[in-house]
Each structure stands twice: as structure tokens, then as C-alpha cells.
């Protein structure tokens, strides 16, 4: 006989007791052993009260919920249901019960029970849906096992006709249940079970898959309810109570019985459990969504079809990434082991679109992608930027890469960050959410700054240097610069990126326990920052980490002082910074011989010019430049832009400038323009398709601004999340030769089209141009003057700056 049987002689409560004492004693038994030895002590002492109390022919002792599962923690409830079929009368199925429930009780075991035919019991779980959950996991103990038998195929069977009811009802709890606990990932006293992530969640996840409609993504998930199984277990054993509230006093003593390290260690494991059923649950609920969605349509397509089966549509959205049935996929001819940058750009577009990743499209590129090249191509680089810019679209694209390990493939240093705790209760998250919070915060002050791509990439690194030994802004200084590097940014740019991660608290430490008033204290600030557009990011980076850290962590108070500081250093900066003398580099010799081209014929020029790959299986180039020489007349820069949005080809950057040329009647004026653009998805169109629809815009003869309208209508494009509004300024003392008119927008199909045609109805001339897109952001710069030639009156540029984001907010 082993030490967790029990015999006849010890039936009652002392023998149990006493058993299972020993057994909850047993240091060498613990997890999932100790619970089903548990489970079989207690079903070995239920059964010989059972045939102690001379039970009716036609009664069972069923244990049911997680006891049924045989999931006993040292102070669970005992879940328990008296079944019988109705033969005998009421006052012995009274007195078979009293026979069992009372020595529990005595014994002070938290008891749950009830006692039902099959026929009550079936209709109680239609009634009440946690009653249907608990039957689920029906598990007979002790008496008329047909009976028992009977009863879970018969729940079984309804639960699976009821599921498109039943299944809906049952995500409003989970998400009831998680507005009112959190989330156990990121609490600092999480109740194992109650939260989101916890095991509550984990035996909803069964319900779903047990109804047949949809599955959870079971790799991790049974190691994940372990976790948590096992740390309840020791809490109850240290606690001696039955709680699932991991306090903060009891985390030390509930660490050593497990044998790990410390308490962070101890949360960390908790959190990495409860991300992966969090994880395993937002992509279930989204299948049984997509399926109850595709069942209730399926009666109106097939009558629509004349009884045809509706394929679903596939909507392109980036170069081998399209949307269907509401996700982000790979498309048919996407090719991810040759194409190294597809995580990012796949998780760029769905961020941007405000639409979820397929789990079969980021286990195939987890399981198929090549690691990026370091340092890392232009391309990947933008498209980390674009998905850090969508604001909260960004959140469950990154956790869905992360949760297949493509984040730390891409970013080694985020392993250290990974679930981390963060002890200061100002904090809402672990280290990495709130890094990419702060990224989502920074993506709405993008507006305010000439760099968002070195705001969003510093955003995402400020704290990185969390869980070195030392202060975190000095270790993540050095950190920052190597990722930096990595990821592609010049050198100049490094630089930046390090200096905001290093000084990421000096001006709210410095505005809140320093004396303005004292010039010590600024000049002290200027020489650290160093320059006035490092300073403007490190406002914007302030106030996101501030905004991502916790409400109490940023205040109209602290923003008032902070916003004081950032004035008073930007004035000791600006002391010592002559204004930016307007750019004015020699030509090319191909862009003066294509102006001297475009002068002879009187005609526009071009050429394109493909890049070299940053890999050489690539299909195609990673883009193009395109030089565009024609005479100087009014309307080409929003021409040009134009047929270049009607091809698809997505600006990344250009120049537009006049040359002078000699000629027998003196300076004869060209316009050069130097873009770099790329094919939105599909092939780059050709440069003589290019020249004709430019011919064709600049005649009238094509009238762009229709047929964009004309495609949008006809295949609009999904909106994400609202981005920031546009910001359009005059620059104070840009030049001496024109009115700087600064442009900062949410990248769009069209947008400087729209630029172009918006400054050519205010009768300004654009003297040069440069524009750059940096992720989803645009950041242009115009260089207008009048019709003379000489630069608007301040009143004059106002009114354009103003009627020009008036135009653009309206779009």
C-alpha cells in the first residue's frame, strides 16, 4: 500500500487527514505529480465514504471544474455533484448526501456541491454557463458509472449545439472578468486565477476547444497553466490559505518553495506564462469570431451565388502581404525565405491598417525568414519605424511577433527586458511594454519633431538598459548605440538615438528638483543636449515615457515646468545657432545633362536608376531613384507626385530645385527633381509609362486628381487608428531667399500631390523642395516665394501655412 491510498479503517476524516498531510509535506513531490496524487487521495476516501453510507442503485459521486481534471492545490475546493436518476426519494437522497458533505465539513475543506438528476443537471448548465463550463470536465468518483457516462455525452452534445449561443456569452465574462482583475502579466500582486492570462482563462480555452468550432494555439500553453498551477500550489502551501493573490510579502517565501532565484525571477516566469494563454486567447476568440461571422453570412452568400462557395477576398497591402477575412496573410507569392525584411513590412501593414496578424503567417515567417543583414538595409529599418508609428495598432502586432520569438531575433538585447518587473508601483507595465507604450505615446507627439524616426527608435530603447547592474541610462547609452548601429542609422544619428536614451530623465528630474532661475542649472542642460533638435525630441520622449509609465507619472504641473525648462534651454541653444543657410549643393553631371536635355527638347526627362539589393535573391530592387529634368512652368510638383501615387510608387525622399542654364537669351530656368521611390507591391512600372502620364498631367490632358478620387471609391483603403493631425509651420529665419514652409503628416497615397496642388492654388512658386519619409511619417520642407520671386510677408506665409493643414486635416 502506498502512502497516498486509503483503507477502510481510515475512511474518515483523521485517516484522510493525515495522508494527506504526508503527501503536501513530500518535498520531492510537487506539480502536476502531487496534484492527481492528490486528486487520487481524495477520490480514494470520497468513494469509501460513498459505500460507507449505503448508497441508492442509480447515484454517483462526479467530481466536476478542477477537481474533475484532477487539478487539486493544497486548498482547493472540492467540487462535487451527487448524481442520481430520480428512483429513490428525496429524504435518502437527503441522508446519502449528508452522509458525505458532513465529514468534509468537519474535516474544513471548502466544499462546493450540489445534487441533481441528469435531467436538472442539464438544464441548470443551460441556464447558467459556469454550471455548463464545470460539467464539461465532469469525472466520475464513485457509484452508477453509466450514469455519469450519460450525462457528460449529453453536455458534451448540447455545449456543441449551444456553442455559437454559448460561446459568445462565455468571451463577455473573460472580458468582464479582465476589466475588473487586469492583467496578470503586468500586476504587481496578480490573482493567478481571476486575471487576464491566468487560469480562469486557461479552462476557458478548453470550453472553446471542446465545442469544436475553434482550437487555441496549444504550443507553450499546458507548460503555461503548469506555471501558474505550481505557483499556486506553493502559495497555498506557505500562505496555508486558499488564495490565488501572489502578495507582495509572500512572493520571497512562494520563489524558494519553487527553488528559483528571487521574487523578479518568480514574477517573470508568472508573466511569461500569463502573456502566452493572454497570447493563445486573443488569437482564439479572433478564430471563433471569424467563424460565428463566416456561419451567419454563409445562408446569404450561397443564395447571392446561385449556391456557389464564396472565396474569401485577398486585399493587397504591401509587397507580399495582403489582408483576408480580416487579418494580415502572406500572399500567394510572397517568398519569405528570400526575403529577409517581410516580418517587418507584414507587421508595418498590419499595424498601419489596424488589423491583426494571422498566427499561420508569423509562424511561417518565424519558422522560413532568414535573419537581416547587419547593418540592417534601408527598407527594414523604415519599416520598424512604420509599425513603432501606428499608436495602439502597434501593441498586439509586436506581441504576436514576440510570442513566436521573431522580436528577439530581430532585437537580442529585448531578451533581457522580456517580462521583466518593474518594483515601482507608478509603473503599469513590465520593462517591455512599456517600452513599446511609450513607443505608441511617441507616435501621437510625432507631429512636433523633424525626426520621428529617431523619437519612435529612442521611445523603444529608452529604458533597455533595465536588468544591467549600474544606472539604466548609462548601460542602455551603450546598448542604444549598438542597436542603432545594427538597425542602419548613420553615424550622426547613433549619436542622437544615445544621447536621448542616456538623458531620457534629465528634464523632468532637472525641471522638478532643480532652480530654473538659476543659469547654472540651463546652461548645464544645453551643454548636455547639445542641440536644438535634440532637444525638441527629448521634450517629445519626455512626455511619452511620462504618458507610459502610469497616470501619476505626468501632470499638467510637470508638463508646465518641463515646457518651461525646454524654453529656456532652446533660447541658450538658439544663441549660439546661426540660422540654417538654405541648401544649395551642385548639380550632378546626370542631372545637368539631363537639364541640358530637357532644355534642348523642351520636353521632360527621365531616368531611373535601380539601387543595388541589400540581398541578391531578391526578386527586385529594394527601389529606385528617379532623376526628372523638365523646363520650369507652374504645376510640377504636383504633377510629377501625382502620376507617381497613380503607379503606386511610394515616396521615400525628394529634392526639387532650379538650375540655371545659359543660353543665347540669357539664364533659361530648369526644374530638376531627384526622388527615391519604390513600388507600393508589385512590379516597378516603366520609365516610358512614367514620361507619357507626366506628358499627359502637365497638358491637362489627365486629370489626376479624379482618377485618384475614382480609386479611392472603388477600392478604399483601411484606415487603422486616427493618426496625429497634420502640422504645418512657417520656419522663423529659414532663409534669406524664400518662406520655409514645414509640412509633418501621416504618410498617404497622394499626400504631396495634394501638398503640390494646395501651394500652387495660393499662387506661391515652390523655388526648391525636400521631402523625406521617415516609417509612416512625412517631414517636408517647401522653400516658396511669390510670384516675384522674393519671399512672402510674414502675414502672407501664415495664411498659406494655415490654408494648407486646413486643406490636409480635411482629407
Given at each position: 500500500m502506498t502512502?497516498?491510498?486509503v483503507?477502510?479503517e481510515?475512511?474518515?476524516?483523521?485517516?484522510?487527514?493525515?495522508a494527506?498531510?504526508r503527501?503536501?509535506?513530500q518535498e520531492?513531490?510537487?506539480?502536476?505529480?502531487?496534484?492527481a496524487?492528490?486528486a487520487?487521495?481524495?477520490?480514494?476516501?470520497?468513494?469509501?465514504l460513498h459505500?460507507a453510507?449505503?448508497?441508492?442503485?442509480?447515484?454517483?459521486?462526479?467530481?466536476v471544474g478542477g477537481?474533475?481534471?484532477?487539478?487539486?492545490?493544497p486548498?482547493?475546493?472540492l467540487d462535487?455533484?451527487?448524481l442520481h436518476d430520480?428512483s429513490?426519494?428525496?429524504?435518502?437522497?437527503?441522508?446519502l448526501?449528508?452522509?458525505?458533505?458532513y465529514?468534509v465539513?468537519?474535516?474544513?475543506?471548502a466544499?462546493?456541491h450540489?445534487?441533481?438528476?441528469?435531467a436538472?443537471?442539464?438544464?441548470?448548465?443551460?441556464?447558467?454557463l459556469?454550471?455548463?463550463?464545470?460539467?464539461?470536465?465532469?469525472?466520475?468518483?464513485?457509484?452508477?458509472?453509466g450514469?455519469v457516462?450519460?450525462?457528460?455525452?449529453?453536455?458534451?452534445?448540447d455545449?456543441?449545439?449551444?456553442?455559437?449561443k454559448?460561446?459568445?456569452?462565455?468571451?463577455?465574462?473573460?472580458?468582464?472578468?479582465?476589466?475588473?482583475?487586469g492583467?496578470?502579466q503586468?500586476?504587481l500582486?496578480p490573482?493567478?486565477?481571476?486575471?487576464r492570462g491566468?487560469?480562469?482563462?486557461?479552462?476557458a480555452?478548453?470550453a472553446?476547444?471542446?465545442?469544436?468550432?475553434?482550437?487555441?494555439?496549444r504550443?507553450g500553453?499546458a507548460?503555461?497553466?503548469?506555471?501558474?498551477?505550481?505557483?499556486r500550489?506553493?502559495?497555498?502551501?506557505?500562505?496555508?490559505?486558499a488564495t490565488?493573490?501572489?502578495a507582495?510579502?509572500e512572493?520571497?517565501?512562494v520563489?524558494?518553495?519553487?527553488?528559483?532565484?528571487?521574487?523578479?525571477?518568480?514574477l517573470?516566469?508568472?508573466y511569461?506564462?500569463a502573456r502566452?494563454?493572454?497570447?493563445?486567447?486573443d488569437v482564439?476568440?479572433?478564430?471563433?469570431?471569424?467563424?460565428?461571422?463566416?456561419?451567419?453570412?454563409?445562408?446569404r452568400?450561397?443564395?447571392?451565388l446561385?449556391?456557389?462557395k464564396?472565396?474569401?477576398?485577398?486585399t493587397?497591402?504591401?509587397e507580399?502581404v495582403?489582408e483576408m477575412?480580416?487579418?494580415v496573410?502572406?500572399?500567394r507569392?510572397?517568398?519569405?525565405?528570400r526575403d529577409?525584411v517581410?516580418?517587418l513590412?507584414?507587421a508595418a501593414?498590419a499595424?498601419?491598417?489596424?488589423?491583426?496578424?494571422?498566427?499561420?503567417?508569423?509562424r511561417?515567417?518565424?519558422?522560413?525568414?532568414?535573419p537581416?543583414p547587419?547593418?540592417w538595409p534601408?527598407?527594414?529599418?523604415?519599416?520598424?519605424v512604420?509599425l513603432?508609428g501606428a499608436?495602439?495598432?502597434t501593441?498586439?502586432?509586436?506581441?504576436?511577433?514576440?510570442?513566436?520569438?521573431?522580436?528577439?531575433?530581430?532585437?537580442?538585447?529585448?531578451?533581457?527586458v522580456r517580462?521583466?518587473?518593474q518594483?515601482?508601483?507608478?509603473?503599469?507595465?513590465?520593462?517591455?511594454?512599456?517600452?513599446?507604450?511609450?513607443?505608441?505615446r511617441?507616435?501621437?507627439?510625432?507631429?512636433?519633431?523633424?525626426r520621428?524616426?529617431?523619437l519612435l527608435?529612442?521611445?523603444?530603447?529608452?529604458d533597455?538598459?533595465?536588468?544591467w547592474?549600474?544606472?539604466h541610462?548609462?548601460?542602455g547609452?551603450?546598448?542604444?548605440?549598438?542597436?542603432?548601429?545594427r538597425?542602419?542609422?548613420?553615424?550622426?544619428?547613433?549619436?542622437v538615438?544615445a544621447?536621448?536614451?542616456?538623458?531620457?530623465l534629465?528634464?523632468?528630474?532637472?525641471?522638478t528638483?532643480r532652480?530654473l532661475d538659476?543659469?547654472?542649472?540651463?546652461?548645464?542642460v544645453?551643454?548636455?543636449?547639445?542641440?536644438?533638435?535634440?532637444l525638441?525630441l527629448?521634450?517629445?520622449?519626455t512626455?511619452?515615457?511620462?504618458?507610459?509609465t502610469g497616470?501619476a507619472a505626468w501632470s499638467?504641473?510637470?508638463?508646465s515646468l518641463?515646457a518651461?525648462?525646454v524654453k529656456?534651454v532652446?533660447?541658450?541653444?538658439?544663441?549660439?545657432?546661426?540660422?540654417a543657410p538654405?541648401?544649395?549643393?551642385a548639380?550632378?553631371?546626370?542631372e545637368?545633362?539631363?537639364?541640358v536635355?530637357?532644355?534642348?527638347?523642351?520636353?521632360p526627362v527621365?531616368?531611373?536608376?535601380?539601387?543595388?539589393?541589400?540581398?541578391?535573391t531578391?526578386?527586385?530592387p529594394?527601389?529606385?531613384?528617379?532623376?526628372i529634368?523638365l523646363?520650369?512652368q507652374?504645376?510640377?510638383?504636383?504633377?510629377?507626385?501625382?502620376v507617381l501615387?497613380l503607379?503606386?510608387l511610394?515616396v521615400?525622399?525628394?529634392?526639387?530645385?532650379?538650375?540655371?542654364?545659359?543660353?543665347?537669351l540669357?539664364?533659361?530656368a530648369?526644374?530638376?527633381?531627384?526622388?527615391?521611390?519604390?513600388?507600393?507591391?508589385?512590379?516597378?512600372p516603366?520609365?516610358?509609362?512614367?514620361?507619357?502620364?507626366?506628358f499627359r498631367?502637365?497638358?491637362?490632358s489627365?486629370n489626376i486628381?479624379?482618377?485618384?478620387?475614382?480609386?479611392?471609391?472603388a477600392?478604399p483603403r483601411r484606415?487603422?487608428?486616427?493618426?496625429?493631425?497634420?502640422?504645418?509651420t512657417?520656419?522663423?529665419?529659414?532663409?534669406?531667399?524664400?518662406?520655409v514652409?514645414?509640412?509633418?503628416a501621416?504618410?498617404?497615397p497622394?499626400?504631396l500631390?495634394?501638398?503640390?496642388r494646395?501651394?500652387e492654388?495660393?499662387?506661391?512658386r515652390?523655388?526648391?523642395?525636400?521631402?523625406?519619409t521617415l516609417?509612416?511619417?512625412?517631414v517636408?520642407?517647401?522653400?516658396v516665394?511669390?510670384?516675384?520671386g522674393?519671399?512672402?510677408?510674414?502675414?502672407?506665409?501664415?495664411?498659406?501655412a494655415?490654408?494648407?493643414?486646413?486643406?490636409?486635416r480635411?482629407r
Amino acid at each position: 500500500m502506498t502512502s497516498t491510498e486509503v483503507t477502510s479503517e481510515d475512511s474518515g476524516p483523521s485517516g484522510y487527514a493525515a495522508a494527506r498531510l504526508r503527501l503536501l509535506t513530500q518535498e520531492a513531490r510537487s506539480g502536476p505529480p502531487r496534484r492527481a496524487a492528490l486528486a487520487r487521495l481524495t477520490d480514494d476516501w470520497l468513494t469509501a465514504l460513498h459505500a460507507a453510507a449505503a448508497p441508492p442503485r442509480g447515484t454517483a459521486l462526479v467530481a466536476v471544474g478542477g477537481y474533475g481534471r484532477g487539478e487539486l492545490s493544497p486548498r482547493s475546493d472540492l467540487d462535487l455533484l451527487l448524481l442520481h436518476d430520480g428512483s429513490a426519494d428525496a429524504a435518502t437522497i437527503a441522508a446519502l448526501a449528508d452522509r458525505i458533505w458532513y465529514p468534509v465539513w468537519d474535516l474544513g475543506l471548502a466544499l462546493d456541491h450540489s445534487v441533481r438528476t441528469p435531467a436538472e443537471a442539464r438544464k441548470t448548465a443551460g441556464e447558467d454557463l459556469k454550471v455548463q463550463l464545470g460539467l464539461l470536465d465532469a469525472r466520475p468518483i464513485a457509484g452508477d458509472l453509466g450514469l455519469v457516462a450519460g450525462l457528460r455525452t449529453t453536455v458534451l452534445a448540447d455545449w456543441r449545439n449551444q456553442a455559437p449561443k454559448r460561446l459568445p456569452e462565455l468571451g463577455e465574462l473573460c472580458r468582464e472578468r479582465a476589466e475588473r482583475q487586469g492583467e496578470l502579466q503586468f500586476l504587481l500582486e496578480p490573482d493567478l486565477k481571476e486575471a487576464r492570462g491566468g487560469l480562469r482563462d486557461a479552462t476557458a480555452l478548453r470550453a472553446v476547444a471542446a465545442s469544436w468550432l475553434a482550437d487555441a494555439p496549444r504550443e507553450g500553453l499546458a507548460e503555461a497553466r503548469r506555471t501558474l498551477l505550481d505557483t499556486r500550489d506553493a502559495l497555498h502551501l506557505v500562505t496555508g490559505r486558499a488564495t490565488d493573490r501572489l502578495a507582495l510579502q509572500e512572493q520571497g517565501q512562494v520563489a524558494g518553495a519553487l527553488e528559483l532565484l528571487d521574487s523578479d525571477t518568480l514574477l517573470r516566469q508568472v508573466y511569461e506564462a500569463a502573456r502566452t494563454i493572454s497570447y493563445a486567447g486573443d488569437v482564439t476568440w479572433r478564430e471563433v469570431n471569424r467563424v460565428l461571422k463566416a456561419r451567419s453570412a454563409r445562408p446569404r452568400l450561397r443564395a447571392m451565388l446561385g449556391g456557389g462557395k464564396a472565396q474569401p477576398e485577398r486585399t493587397p497591402l504591401a509587397e507580399g502581404v495582403v489582408e483576408m477575412d480580416g487579418e494580415v496573410v502572406l500572399a500567394r507569392t510572397a517568398r519569405p525565405e528570400r526575403d529577409p525584411v517581410l516580418p517587418l513590412r507584414a507587421a508595418a501593414a498590419a499595424a498601419q491598417s489596424g488589423l491583426p496578424l494571422s498566427l499561420h503567417a508569423v509562424r511561417h515567417l518565424a519558422a522560413t525568414t532568414k535573419p537581416l543583414p547587419e547593418p540592417w538595409p534601408a527598407d527594414a529599418r523604415e519599416e520598424l519605424v512604420t509599425l513603432l508609428g501606428a499608436g495602439e495598432p502597434t501593441v498586439p502586432v509586436w506581441e504576436a511577433l514576440e510570442a513566436e520569438g521573431l522580436i528577439t531575433r530581430l532585437l537580442p538585447d529585448w531578451e533581457r527586458v522580456r517580462c521583466r518587473p518593474q518594483r515601482n508601483p507608478v509603473h503599469t507595465w513590465t520593462v517591455d511594454r512599456h517600452l513599446v507604450e511609450t513607443a505608441v505615446r511617441a507616435a501621437a507627439l510625432t507631429r512636433r519633431v523633424g525626426r520621428p524616426d529617431l523619437l519612435l527608435v529612442a521611445a523603444l530603447l529608452h529604458d533597455i538598459g533595465k536588468g544591467w547592474p549600474g544606472d539604466h541610462s548609462v548601460a542602455g547609452e551603450t546598448i542604444a548605440r549598438d542597436v542603432a548601429g545594427r538597425i542602419g542609422f548613420d553615424p550622426h544619428d547613433v549619436a542622437v538615438i544615445a544621447a536621448l536614451v542616456r538623458h531620457h530623465l534629465l528634464l523632468v528630474e532637472t525641471a522638478t528638483r532643480r532652480d530654473l532661475d538659476d543659469p547654472a542649472t540651463v546652461q548645464s542642460v544645453a551643454a548636455a543636449v547639445g542641440s536644438p533638435s535634440t532637444l525638441e525630441l527629448l521634450h517629445a520622449l519626455t512626455e511619452a515615457d511620462a504618458l507610459a509609465t502610469g497616470p501619476a507619472a505626468w501632470s499638467s504641473w510637470r508638463a508646465s515646468l518641463v515646457a518651461d525648462l525646454v524654453k529656456r534651454v532652446a533660447g541658450v541653444l538658439a544663441g549660439d545657432t546661426p540660422p540654417a543657410p538654405e541648401p544649395a549643393a551642385a548639380p550632378s553631371a546626370e542631372e545637368e545633362r539631363l537639364a541640358v536635355e530637357a532644355l534642348r527638347t523642351g520636353e521632360p526627362v527621365l531616368t531611373l536608376h535601380a539601387e543595388s539589393p541589400s540581398d541578391h535573391t531578391e526578386p527586385e530592387p529594394v527601389g529606385v531613384e528617379l532623376l526628372i529634368a523638365l523646363p520650369d512652368q507652374p504645376g510640377v510638383l504636383p504633377a510629377v507626385a501625382g502620376v507617381l501615387a497613380l503607379h503606386r510608387l511610394t515616396v521615400r525622399s525628394a529634392d526639387l530645385r532650379a538650375i540655371d542654364l545659359p543660353t543665347e537669351l540669357g539664364p533659361a530656368a530648369v526644374l530638376v527633381l531627384n526622388w527615391r521611390v519604390a513600388a507600393e507591391y508589385g512590379s516597378l512600372p516603366q520609365a516610358t509609362r512614367l514620361r507619357a502620364d507626366l506628358f499627359r498631367a502637365l497638358d491637362g490632358s489627365l486629370n489626376i486628381a479624379a482618377r485618384l478620387a475614382e480609386r479611392e471609391a472603388a477600392y478604399p483603403r483601411r484606415r487603422g487608428v486616427t493618426a496625429p493631425p497634420p502640422r504645418v509651420t512657417v520656419a522663423p529665419a529659414g532663409s534669406t531667399l524664400a518662406t520655409v514652409i514645414e509640412v509633418r503628416a501621416h504618410d498617404a497615397p497622394g499626400l504631396l500631390h495634394r501638398i503640390g496642388r494646395a501651394l500652387e492654388t495660393a499662387e506661391v512658386r515652390v523655388r526648391s523642395a525636400h521631402v523625406s519619409t521617415l516609417g509612416a511619417n512625412a517631414v517636408d520642407a517647401f522653400y516658396v516665394t511669390d510670384a516675384t520671386g522674393a519671399p512672402l510677408t510674414p502675414e502672407e506665409a501664415s495664411e498659406v501655412a494655415r490654408t494648407l493643414e486646413t486643406d490636409l486635416r480635411n482629407r
